[in-house]
């Protein structure tokens, strides 16, 4: 892919800490977090729950300002959340009074002003069939199970092809089954556009699965990165070889000794 | 913490500064005869603000008396009406049967206004008291039937699950389990039920009774006095006042009993 | 031999509101040791709370039960202690209140400081002694599950009931109360069942793994002894170098079962790129193979106890499955790349026959000959073959139960039925799991069962059951059971020098030869009675079996039984293409599949001679090809090679009408 191609952008955290007001005083949630994310490179960030995972990647998506250090993205600062770095969450927040179809389409028409109604609902209809959703077209958010609103989340941010892609436990509240078919697909979706994804998980097989880069972060408060672990499975990834493979335990176990006995307590 | 005590009294203060000032703004006009809060204050304020509790006999009483003699209405049907809401709401919600078969009735009767009873309790009863009463306990009873079954009814499985594995005696499941598990949805019955029945009262008051704030307010009407206007909208202040307090009340004695839910 | 806690032929049935019958759970048989730890594995909705709940006595079964100590359980009492997910703690009372209240109610025969005494030790026991007077809500809930947990052990339950108990809680509590749990279960030595959706938590705790399938129907599909040595360490059992071999088989049943339950079919590969995944996948998978636990298995069980495979360059994992249905769908899904067949199935499988899709199989051996029964309920008092026949032709009803997938047993019985005069069509033929016609026959839904010598030696054994018939009566040295791979998977690994489906077929080729020699049969007896094959308990059943003539003394019958259950002498190994030929007949005959166009083509295709002939080159074997034209069935009875078309038209109650081509 050429670099006009590739349509992820870099992003960097630099001395990234965050910290809130309370009534005991001041809680520093991070402190000196330092990363590089190349651009459409899939990283996950892991950690135990309370952690900071979320806040930091607030400060990516623009809900929060970092109160010291800053976030370039392709050498610029984040100023406010925009749709160059979509965000999927883990309670999907589609709007429940519109069908699957006009969720997209809704977030189409904020970024594509001025384009044809025609041609922003058939590329809905397109990156709705991809994820296995062209019968749920007419279908309120009410009427889908869990597993087919999150593919309804991902099918809108995907649609709006943007540069980073932020996903926040996205598959948190799903059943296994659901979840690996999700992971497969988002995979597969991703590997069409190549943005820079940023994912939070708890999982620590999701992400080993995923990623290109497992970040994980130490406890809070003033969490900050831990050890990252490179992940050396080629792609496309075949969930039955990955078990096979040796070196999949051990990351495994790396990971769990980092959590649990490092960061336990 | 007084700065954040300010905090939440501002916007209340200012609010209703602002709707006093309005009010006043609205009647200040000298064709209007509606008093403005100034002139309510200052006509009412001899005797009714400044002796509640004088007495001049007969049912020329102070407002503090004729709010108790409407409250003491309220305590006999509101008791009754708790005790035998309770018991149906109880038997409602283990039975199945007797839920599905009462149902309707219970959902038709519910919504009659209280004043529509008035007619047919004054028929049963011939007395202003009593039927006044009668008006409390069938306009509060519904939702206390109604929330209690809905209590035993909301029991987690869970509670009933680990009563059955640890064979708990009848008088125990009764009161570690059904009792304190149910409570809550009792008293958010009997919260309801207290503004029904402090709203009943008034209003049964207006049309027959002896003595009580809805007779006085209905007097006052009747009388056409001068200050007539500014007695009633001062009863109605006391009306709301005394209907907040018993929400409150029955709210505080539900936290005490319930205790923690979850 | 009574087990301490024994789930028996359970099954639940829930109707709907629409009124249909939803079948959550299908003929659960468990036997449970005392102290053991057993997991119930499986995705969530399968059904695992549900026989929970059984076990707990909050739910009775819509059949069968359960049995604790040899008395039924059929309520819920304290002896069976729950922890559930939530609400466990009422909420309304105190910590210190809460365990009070459960050793009120239950220790009754306590007197009060007695109680207060085992009320502390509950709370120190979870290190929760320090918040005692607290309310639940106050707490976090891992503290909540662990005063759970404590309340449950110090009412001294007899069994351990739980139920996802820390699917609410985040991985760091998680991890912390897997192995305070462990640590008191070992001290306390209790017996426990725990319901859980997450496989690391199963291995560390549990002694056994029982993996439940899908529903609906949900049946045990597996169960995984886990062999890490007590006292157990979180960090130990992860380094041990079983710990991700087993993780992956917990995995892959569970990933089996979601593709199960998605039905959508893999697309058939290129032979090509088969043959290049194969030669250049780092690390190759090993070749699995399936089974049912039948006489019929030991030369797979004894190549594996020899390493006959290792010998061969090749990994080779044996399956043990619970039926044929499983065997076909892990098939279909390339989990199995071969399996042990009945050797009217590969033949079944490629045509499509019996209204399932095609799938090519190559059968690369004979794996035995011989070794079925006709089995009679003894209640049915019918002792002999004559008596089945009378009580057939005076037109009363019987239920045979047959295996789930067309077997030999089931194609010899309609024959000789036919032979009789008897029209097999009167028969009510109940297609069942060969592992649960025993129970079935015990459970009065069938009369009788034809089934392999290992079922019917234990319908003998527990006297439920009574052998009326041998097949040595109506074919002796029949092909019983085939060795047979997928093509695919054949296809992918034929073109490398040292081929592995050669390999394979030489190994178990081997393994056949030791199992048929006398001087051996003691070794195969511990071979196939150790846990990972059959287990202990059917030794004494199988030392019955394989002693030659045992089944005939029952018969009262002169005729002297050949050799039961040959595996190798005499030419058995042969994939016989004839003998193939002769189920094709059959499937025409009994209308189960139309006669195909290009026999010889099938035939050649499905019997991988050449295979088994260049394993037999390997080996040094030698005149393993037999070389007759006609095969004599019964006496007098004949099957001619040359014209097996009118064979089949002309037998008996056959369907085919005679003037088709």
Redo the contacts between chains.
Sequence with gaps: MTVSERRGRRVEFNAIGKSFPSDSGCVEVLQGVNLSVAAGEFVCVIGHSGCGKSTLLNTLSGFETPSTGSVLVEGEPVEGPGPDRMVVFQNYALLPWKTALENVVLGLRSIRRGEPRELLVSEAKAMLETVGLGDALDCHPGELSGGMRQRVAIARAMAMKPPVLILDEPFGALDPITKEELQEELLTLWRQQRCTVLMITHDIDEALFLSDRVVMLTNGPSASIGEILSIPFDRPRDRDSLLHDQRYGELRNRALEFLYERQGG | MTNSLVRQIKPPLICTAAILLLWQLLCSGTHSDFPGPIQVISQTWNPYIAKPFYDDGGTAKGLGWQILISLQRVAVGYSLAAVVGISCGLALGLNRFIRRGFDPVIQVLRTVPPLAWLPISLLLFQQADAAAIFVIFITAIWPIVINTAMGIREIPQDYRNVARVLRLRKRSFLWDIVVPSTAPYVFTGLRIAIGLAWLAIVAAEMLKADGGIGFFIWDAYNAGGDSSTSQILLAILYVGVVGLLLDRLVAWVGDRVSGPQR | MASFLQLDSVEQNFTRADGTVLEALSTINLEISKGEFVSLVG???CGKSTLLNIL?G?NQPSRGGVILEGRQVT????E???V?Q???L????SVRQNVA??L???KRELSASERAERTEAALAMVNLDKVAER???QLSGGMRQRVAIARALA?EPKLLLLDEPFGAL???TR??LQEQLMQLCQKAGITTVMVT?DVDEALLLSDRVVLLTNGPKAHIGRIVAVPFERPRC??AV??HPD??KL??EL??F??DQ?RL?NRKPAPPKPAAELQAAAAS???P?PIRLGYLPGLDAAPLLVARQKQLFEKQGLRVELLRCQSWEEIDDLLRIERLDGAALSAAQPLTMATGAMASTPLPMVVTQTLSRNGNALVLGTQLSISSSEGLLLHLRQGLPLKLGVPDRLSMAELLLRHWLARQGVDPAQVSWQRRSPMGLLAALEGGLIDGFAAGKLRACLAQHRRSGRVVLTDSAIWPNHAEKVLALRESWVDAHSNQANSAAVGLTAAVLEAAAFCDQTSHRQELLQVLTEPQAFGPQLLAPLQEGLAESNLAKDLNQATSLLRFNRFFLGQASYPDPAEGLWVLTQLARWGMAPWPNHRQELLERVYGRRLFLEACDRLGMIDQEPTQRRYQLAEGEYFDLDEPLSYATNLPFSTLSPCLP
């Excluded at chain 3, 309520?75 to 304290?78: C, I, K, L």
């Excluded at chain 3, 009422?90 to 009372?93: A, F, I, M, S, T």
């Design positions: 995705h969530s909705g707990a909050l309520e819920p009492g304290p069976r202690m729950v559930f939530n609400y466990s009422l909420p309304w009372r209240l459960a009120r109610e239950v309310m639940p809500g009412l985040d991985a760091l991890g912390h959706h979180r960090k992860l380094q710990y991700y993780r992956n995995l892959e569970l990933h979601r339950s996948s780092p690390s998978k």
